[in-house]
């Protein structure tokens, strides 16, 4: 499990998605994070030596970005 300390803002998530490979490499910092990929059935690829951040390979389809929701308006 990963070690959560340090500042909210340095507890960041990095998708790496390459054309020429078919899986995306996910670098994260984020405890929450990292405990979603495990809960999904993924495998760290390495763990940092300090336990801080993490690196998974999972494939493309796995990754998806989504379109916002559109903002509903006060009644």
């Given amino acids: 499990m990963l070690q959560s300390s340090g500042p909210r803002h340095e507890k960041e998530t ?4 390459c054309e020429g490979e078919p899986e995306a490499e996910i670098w994260t910092a984020s405890s929450g994070f990292f405990t979603k990929l495990l809960s ?4 760290p690829f390495s763990i940092s030596k300090d336990e801080r951040s993490a690196t ?3 494939p493309k389809k796995a990754v998806s970005i989504r379109r ?3 903002q509903r308006e006060a009644s």
């Fill in 68 to 70: 916002p929701r559109g």
């Fill in 56 to 58: 998974f390979r999972i």
């Fill in 14 to 17: 990095v998708i790496r998605l």
């Fill in 40 to 43: 999904r059935g993924y495998a």
